[in-house]
């Protein structure tokens, strides 16, 4: 990302002496235990583009924060066709709605937050940076993307959805 084109055209949209902070989200279905009750949890991390990937990928470092975790959906009972697709659609629309709450703030910083003057946070050398934090890319496997998109597991991620 940070060797991109990406990058210096997102820099380019800013005023000079603009930090921009790529954000990368990532989410992971996590199984905890098999012996009681077949826990789960769905953790959401975030870390900073910024942190060099020898440091960010490190886990004692620290970089990565849990940012929230979603509710894990209940197994379907099987009782009926139309019940597992009912549980299903209420299954994705409290996703979709837990996913909103917690990465509002980033999707309403550019109008809140004035997207001429940016945020004023501290650095790591003292000095004030006036930063932009835009959620650049979401980490998770196939079956991850697809529970959170909403699409079937067996359609291919690189062609249209009929």
Same mark, same amino acid.
């Given at each position: 990302m940070n060797s991109g084109d990406w990058w210096w055209e997102t820099q380019d949209k800013l005023p000079p002496g603009a930090t921009i902070v790529p954000l990368i989200g990532g989410s992971d279905e996590t199984q905890l235990t098999d012996f009681s009750g077949d826990q789960k949890a769905w953790p959401i991390y975030l870390t900073i583009q910024n942190i060099h990937s020898s440091i960010r990928n490190k886990y004692s470092y620290l970089a990565q924060v849990?940012?929230?975790?979603?509710?894990?959906?209940? &197994?379907?009972?099987?009782?009926?066709r139309s019940n597992d697709r009912i549980q299903r659609d209420m299954n994705q629309q409290v996703l979709c709605e837990v996913? &909103?709450?917690?990465?509002?703030?980033?999707?309403?910083?550019? =109008? =809140?937050?004035d997207i001429n003057t940016g945020a004023l946070w501290p650095c790591s050398d003292g000095k004030m940076r006036r930063c932009w934090p835009i959620l650049a890319s979401w980490l998770a496997d196939h079956m991850e993307h697809a529970n959170l998109m909403g699409v079937k597991y067996n359609?291919?991620? &690189?062609?249209q959805v009929p």
């Amino acid at each position: 990302m940070n060797s991109g084109d990406w990058w210096w055209e997102t820099q380019d949209k800013l005023p000079p002496g603009a930090t921009i902070v790529p954000l990368i989200g990532g989410s992971d279905e996590t199984q905890l235990t098999d012996f009681s009750g077949d826990q789960k949890a769905w953790p959401i991390y975030l870390t900073i583009q910024n942190i060099h990937s020898s440091i960010r990928n490190k886990y004692s470092y620290l970089a990565q924060v849990v940012l929230a975790f979603l509710p894990v959906p209940p &197994k379907f009972r099987g009782i009926s066709r139309s019940n597992d697709r009912i549980q299903r659609d209420m299954n994705q629309q409290v996703l979709c709605e837990v996913a &909103k709450i917690v990465l509002d703030p980033l999707r309403r910083f550019p =109008e =809140e937050g004035d997207i001429n003057t940016g945020a004023l946070w501290p650095c790591s050398d003292g000095k004030m940076r006036r930063c932009w934090p835009i959620l650049a890319s979401w980490l998770a496997d196939h079956m991850e993307h697809a529970n959170l998109m909403g699409v079937k597991y067996n359609s291919c991620p &690189k062609c249209q959805v009929p």
